[in-house]
């Protein structure tokens, strides 16, 4: 937009305000009616008659108690606990005793070969930098042959150094 363009619209829109401020102060200002008093004290009338319904239908405030006895709470509140702690004492009482925790389940055959293989293989393919096809082959056929924990040790230290970008990974699909 030009300089001038915009002078032009700046002008007319100060005319413009101009002029509807002139008319404003020309124009009589609005008759006023005789209905409007006679409205505001029907307003009023009607406010009134809503603040006494109101404070006729709002309930006083409960009484404060003033004979609480607190020795009685007290032996009640201590009665109370006492059965409920016996009733726990029985309940534990004529549960079975728990079982010992079972050991764990042996390991598979030929698992710690299986572990230092796949160690090696991890080790082997951190110090490389490389990750390929051919090394999740050979973990996806290591895997059944591994614990929970001995697989999670191996996936948490090719996690790290993929993570770490010390290990590049070519395989298609996912890595392990």
Do not use: H, Y
């Not at 090696?120 to 614990?147: D, F, K, M």
Request: proline share 11%.
């Amino acid at each position: 937009m030009t300089m001038a363009s915009r002078a032009f619209q700046l002008a007319m829109l100060l005319a413009a305000a101009g002029a509807g401020f002139g008319l404003s102060r020309w124009a009589p200002p609005p008759a006023t009616t005789d209905e409007t008093p006679r409205q505001l004290e029907r307003l009023e009338g009607e406010l009134r008659a809503l603040r006494q319904a109101l404070e006729a239908t709002s309930r006083p405030a409960p009484p404060a108690v003033a004979g609480l006895d607190v020795a009685a709470l007290r032996d009640d509140l201590r009665r109370m606990m006492r059965e409920e702690l016996q009733a726990t004492r029985d309940e534990i009482s004529s549960s079975p005793p728990e079982e010992k925790p079972r050991p764990p389940p042996p390991l598979p055959p030929r698992n710690p070969e299986a572990f230092a293989k796949a160690s090696q293989l991890v080790e082997r393919s951190i110090s490389s930098r490389q990750w390929g096809e051919q090394e999740r082959g050979e973990l996806i056929t290591l895997r059944p042959q591994l614990t929970t924990a001995q697989f999670q040790e191996l996936f948490q230290k090719l996690a790290v150094a993929m993570n770490s970008q010390q290990l590049r990974v070519t395989t298609r699909g996912p890595p392990f």
